[in-house]
Every structure is written in C-alpha cells, then in structure tokens.
Nanobody, 119 residues
C-alpha cells in the first residue's frame, strides 16, 4: 500500500493550498481517509477525515470553515483544500487510511508534504 501526498509548499498568510493524496495497493473506496499534521516540536494532530463514500466528514476545530476534505474514488485520491491559511497551519501534512468509520486506528500512512505559511 502506498499513500503519496503532494501539493505542499510555501504560501503567505491568507493564501490557499490544495493537498492531494494518491493511494495505491488498496481498495480505496473501502477506506476512510484522514489528514494529520505535525509542527516542529509538536505532536501529530488530527486535521480532517472523510468516510469511504465522501458523505461524512469531520474536522478539527482549528480548521473548521477554512479547510475542506474531499475524495475522488475514481482517481483513488483524497484532497485537502486549505483556505485562509495562517502561520499556525505550518507543518508536515500526512494522509492516512483506515478500514473503519468514524473511529478506529489508521492502518496506512503516507509520507508528509510540507506546508509553510509565512506571516
């Protein structure tokens, strides 16, 4: 199983980025997907999740109203649209997959993609 995250970069505050996570080696449409992030010196934290069909989503309070998670099962890809970015959104962003919803351990993890927001 591979989860390949991309789309990170350097952006100014109030800017936008869209992250993508392309999955292979698993039945993508059977897995819930999540995004997590980790800032330097901090623990990894939950950002957003989406169920297998895309009909249900969850967000961390810190990103509600600014970030949107979505998925395209035909492309085996999950997205994270990030708007109104702030410096505190800086960190490595990781996608993950789990076979259960809405709870359960994430079984597969991708490598991180770095997001840096300048003030």
């Amino acid at each position: 199983v591979q989860l390949q995250a991309s789309g990170g970069g350097l952006v100014q505050a109030e800017g936008s980025l869209r992250l993508s996570c392309a999955a292979s080696g698993l039945t993508f449409g059977s897995y819930g997907m999540g995004w997590f992030r980790q800032a330097p010196g901090k623990e990894r934290e939950f950002v957003a999740s989406i169920n297998w069909s895309g009909s249900a989503t969850r967000y961390a309070d810190s990103v509600k109203g600014r970030f949107t998670i979505s998925r395209d099962n035909a492309k085996n890809t999950v997205y994270l649209q990030m708007n109104s970015l702030a410096p505190e959104d800086t960190g490595a962003y990781y996608c993950a997959a789990r076979a259960t919803w809405p709870s359960g351990e994430y079984k597969y993890w991708g490598q991180g993609t770095q997001v840096t927001v300048s003030s």
